[in-house]
């Protein structure tokens, strides 16, 4: 049945796609490309994209008395705690409207924060519908880094030994969450090698499943 050029079916996927939200983690080592993705596929499928490292930097930026104590942990490499990362999602899940869903970008980073992630949503009507690996080679993540030191200067990025040291955090604290996420049918590995433009297409043919 057609109603104004608009089928049963048609319909009934817009009023579905209205009424669902889609919450993707992006998840791997640092360098692995989670910010430069995020911002394109954000974009690509309305989702609202919420990047613990950029709110941090900008309470840096900022100079709040957060930004202050959490500097000198950021520069040596280290995870900040993680009530500080948690609180900062919460507000913004609940100050963002009209989008289809929410693309985590470095969080959760510890598995307290995925128990913490997953409770705040289920709170809300939503769940984490899928979490998205990048697969990286370690000597290709150094050279991203080293590459951006020279071009953004952020300050974790100078250091070849704090580069190395966050390696050694996310293999340590962050990659239990994927083991987490594989029991819970979430998990999806992605190709990170290449160019931004091919792990782009891996990553947006990854998400059409579910948008
Ligand atoms: P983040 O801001 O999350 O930064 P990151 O892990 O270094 O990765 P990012 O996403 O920025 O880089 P990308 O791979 O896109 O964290 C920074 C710090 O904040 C952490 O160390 C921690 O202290 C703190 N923090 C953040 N979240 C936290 C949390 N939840 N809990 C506790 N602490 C937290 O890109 C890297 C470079 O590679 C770019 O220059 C990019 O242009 C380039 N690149 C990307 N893809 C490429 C490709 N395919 N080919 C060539 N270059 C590419």
Redesign the pocket.
């Known amino acids: 049945m057609t109603v104004l050029g608009v089928t049963f079916l048609q319909f009934i996927k817009y009023y579905f796609k209205k009424i669902s939200m889609f919450n993707f983690l992006i998840f ?11 911002v394109k596929l954000a974009e690509k499928f309305n989702l609202k994209h919420l ?4 709110m ?2 900008a309470e840096i930026a900022a100079g709040t008395g957060l930004g202050k104590r ?1 500097s000198s ?2 520069s040596k ?6 009530e ?2 948690i609180e900062l999602i919460a507000t913004k899940i609940d100050s963002s409207k009209d989008c289809a869903g929410f693309l985590f ?6 598995v307290a ?1 995925t128990i913490a992630l997953e409770k705040m949503l289920n709170e809300r009507g939503m769940k984490i519908d899928s979490m998205l690996v990048l697969d990286v080679e370690h000597d ?1 993540l150094v050279k ?2 080293v ?2 030191a020279e ?2 200067g952020r300050p ?2 100078k250091d070849p030994a704090v580069i190395e040291n ?1 390696i050694d ?2 293999r340590a604290k962050t990659e239990p969450i994927i083991d987490f996420c594989k029991k819970k049918g979430i998990y999806q590995p992605v190709n ?5 433009d ?2 782009f297409g891996r990553l947006s043919g990854s998400m059409k499943k579910f948008i």
Do not use: A, C, N
């Open positions: 791997g080592p640092p360098g692995s490309g989670k910010g430069t993705q995020s990047s613990t490292g950029d941090l930097r959490m942990i950021m490499g280290e995870l900040v705690p993680d500080v990362v970008d470095g969080f959760p980073r510890t924060q290709e991203r880094l590459l951006r071009q953004s974790d990025d966050r955090v996310y990170g090698m290449g160019t931004i091919d792990i």
